[in-house]
């Protein structure tokens, strides 16, 4: 079974841009989580969707916006792009959300994005 | 709310050295928790994980147990390899809530 994958895996953008990263999940997996990654605040929780509609949002400005396609596929957007964006951005999928049966989560490798 | 505390790296041991990784938790409910681990250049994958209280998980050799009463969940492992470097992360997940990560411990095995 493929597992969660993720494009691009590297990106470099200048400050004021804009980005969309993709996340396909494990197949038969309905919910896609979107964390942050950087050295100094480690890992932080973005979104997270289910079934198309987003059940979780973490503490992040408007800029960040996320979506989920009916073959539970997501994308993330990032406006007006800030050095501080610079990250690695980590997708998850799991079947279910929260305290449902299969909720554990499964990684992919992630997209690099790099602000100038 | 719900957080994670673990022990500061980065931690450098020998080969077949033990390992003793801590980690802490706060939070509502009955969490279930997670260890994970990241490689250089990927993503994490699920080392081990716990739901409820006195279970153990265990995988590669990598144990940890579930301790409500000291709301704790330390990873260990008997015996490490060079291979088993890499950054370690604590993680709970509690109800709805989405999961919570430690800050992460580096572990670097020399042989």
């Known amino acids: 079974k493929a597992g969660v994958t993720q494009t691009p895996r590297y990106l470099i953008k200048t400050r004021g841009q804009q980005v969309t990263l993709s996340c396909s999940p494990i197949?038969?997996?309905?919910?896609v989580s979107w964390y942050q990654q950087t050295p100094g605040q480690g890992l932080q929780f973005l979104f997270e969707y289910f079934s198309e509609t987003q059940r979780n949002k973490g503490n992040f400005p408007g800029r960040f916006s996320g979506r989920q396609f009916s073959n539970s596929r997501s994308e993330m957007n990032v406006s007006t792009l800030e050095l501080g964006d610079s990250a690695l951005y980590l997708c998850a999928s799991s079947l279910g959300v929260g305290g449902q049966g299969g909720s554990e989560q499964f990684f992919g490798p992630g997209t690099r994005l790099t602000v100038l | 709310g719900n957080s994670v505390t673990q022990m500061e790296g980065p931690v450098t041991l020998s080969e077949e050295a033990f390992l003793t990784i801590n980690c802490t938790y706060t939070?509502?409910?009955?969490?279930?928790l997670f260890w994970y681990v990241q490689y250089p250049g990927e993503g994490l994958q699920l080392l081990l994980k716990a739901t409820k209280a006195d279970d153990k998980g265990s995988n590669k050799g990598f144990e940890a147990t579930y301790r409500k009463e000291t709301t704790s969940f330390h990873l260990e492992k008997g015996s490490v390899q060079v291979s088993d470097s890499a950054v370690y992360f604590c993680?709970?997940?509690?109800?709805?809530?989405?999961?919570?990560f430690g800050k992460g411990t580096r572990l670097s095995v020399i042989a």
């Open positions: 197949s038969g997996h309905r919910s």
């Open positions: 993680a709970l997940r509690s109800g709805n809530t989405p999961l919570v």
């Open positions: 939070a509502t409910g009955y969490p279930s």
